[in-house]
DNA sequence: GTCAATGATTTGAC
DNA sequence: GTCAAATCATTGAC
């Protein structure tokens, strides 16, 4: 009636063009045909594989094989077409992003170095303090427990990569082999693959997460054995000071000052950094509390002074310390005593004006006694003034650590 | 256990 | 980037 060709399984059962209205025997007949050929196909897993070869090659050679075929690839269109939308991959995974940027970072990814690799530069910024053997120990420890974690993670990827090809290679055979029974597209097989992929990078994302929570564990645990803190040497803490209570009106050691001081302190220059931000905050702070701390070390400084030839050998500046030294700007960079790191100089006049107690303080101003002499400074000259000589050195200061010349 | 000292970290300004 | 300031966290004396 309507001239439409009836669907291709009807056909097969008998319901050609000639219609509907055959005889139910030669259709019965046809069903059975259909049936047996469908039981050959389920019988095929029961059998040895020289016996399905033989009954596969005889489905082949079938003469309704091609109206079995066409029947698949019409379920098949059908099928396809329904779950065509849901095997639609997504976006690129950001936490496959994520974590992948994250493994990178913390030199995962990247195949082991010999050396110092990345991890060590990343542990080497962070020196627990007071102990260098320690620090060695603590960073060796990091290092090896992320380079065994690095090892797991490339061994378990390297074996998942492979599970995956081979997996792939697998089911890719399978369905090319599959293809001359059912219908399989290159397009399929490839989206198959996809799939496989899929799936395998997902396994490949849990791997990639639980390496990125060991690394961290083992990170947080670094940062922590960090964080406890340990006393600095005497001789750290008297190289510190000496600088310090010599450098009372400019406390500001330059990079080289700080290196030369790290390396005398047997500490990292951050430590530097950290115990003159604090000296000078807790100084400024508190400064009657320091004031036998500061005399003892300029009475210290003195007495080295003397010993290696006494005040004498530095007539070649007799200024105060400070601003009252003619040669000193008002950066305090330029001008005498430029060599010397502890300038015996320095620690001569600290003690004198110290023993002078509020003569008028370093700036010759009219001042406080005591420890506000030495406090004076610190209101006058490191507040709000130019955080003065930590960048560079002045051209008259080439030998020595200290670029700060006030003293 | 308490507490002062002190090294390290964080925050915000420059 | 450095710095001051505040704060945290640990050490060591008592």
Request: with cysteine.
């Amino acid at each position: 009636m309507c001239g439409a060709r009836p669907p291709a399984w009807r056909r097969l059962a008998g319901g050609g063009d000639e219609g509907w209205g055959l005889g139910m025997r030669a259709r019965s007949a046809r069903v059975e045909v259909v049936g047996e050929v469908l039981q050959q196909i389920m019988a095929i897993t029961d059998q040895s594989l020289e016996e399905a070869q033989a009954r596969k090659h005889a489905l082949n050679c079938h003469r309704m094989k091609p109206a079995l075929f066409s029947v698949l690839c019409e379920i098949k269109e059908k099928t396809v077409l329904s779950i065509h939308g849901i095997q639609e991959e997504g976006p690129p995974n950001a936490q496959l992003m994520r974590l992948d940027n994250m493994l990178l970072a913390e030199g995962v990814s990247r195949p082991e170095r010999r050396g110092r690799g990345g991890s060590a530069a990343a542990a080497n910024t962070a020196t627990p303090g007071g102990c260098p053997n320690d620090n060695s120990l603590e960073h060796s420890d990091y290092r090896a427990k992320l380079s065994q974690i690095r090892q797991i993670y490339h061994s378990e990827l390297e074996k998942y990569e492979q599970a995956c090809h081979e997996f792939t290679t697998h089911v890719t055979n399978l369905l090319r082999e599959q293809s001359r029974m059912r219908p399989v597209s290159p397009k399929e097989i490839e989206r198959m693959v996809g799939v496989i992929h899929g799936k395998f990078n997902a396994i490949q994302m849990q791997l990639k997460q639980s390496t990125c929570e060991a690394v961290m564990t083992l990170r947080s645990r670094f940062l922590d054995a960090r964080r406890k803190r340990r006393n600095f040497s005497k001789q750290a803490t008297e190289v510190l000071n000496e600088y310090f209570y010599s450098h009372l009106s400019n406390p500001y050691p330059s990079e080289e000052a700080k290196e030369e001081l790290a390396r005398r302190g047997g500490i990292t220059v951050s430590q530097v950094s950290n115990w003159f931000g604090n000296k000078r905050i807790r100084y400024k702070k508190n400064m009657g509390k320091f004031q036998e701390e500061a005399t003892i070390y300029t009475t210290k400084m003195a007495v080295d002074t003397t010993k290696i030839g006494g005040l004498g050998s530095q007539a070649s500046c007799p200024s105060t310390p400070s601003s009252a030294c003619p040669h000193q700007g008002s950066g305090g960079k330029a001008g005498c005593d430029s060599a010397a790191p502890l300038s015996p100089s320095a620690g001569s006049w600290l003690l004198f004006w110290v023993l002078l107690e509020g003569c008028g303080g370093w700036t010759g101003h009219p001042g406080p006694s005591d420890a506000q002499s030495l406090s004076f400074q610190a209101q006058g000259s490191w507040q709000g003034a130019t955080p003065p000589v930590s960048t560079a050195s002045p051209a008259g200061d080439p030998g020595g650590i200290n670029s700060d010349a006030s003293n």
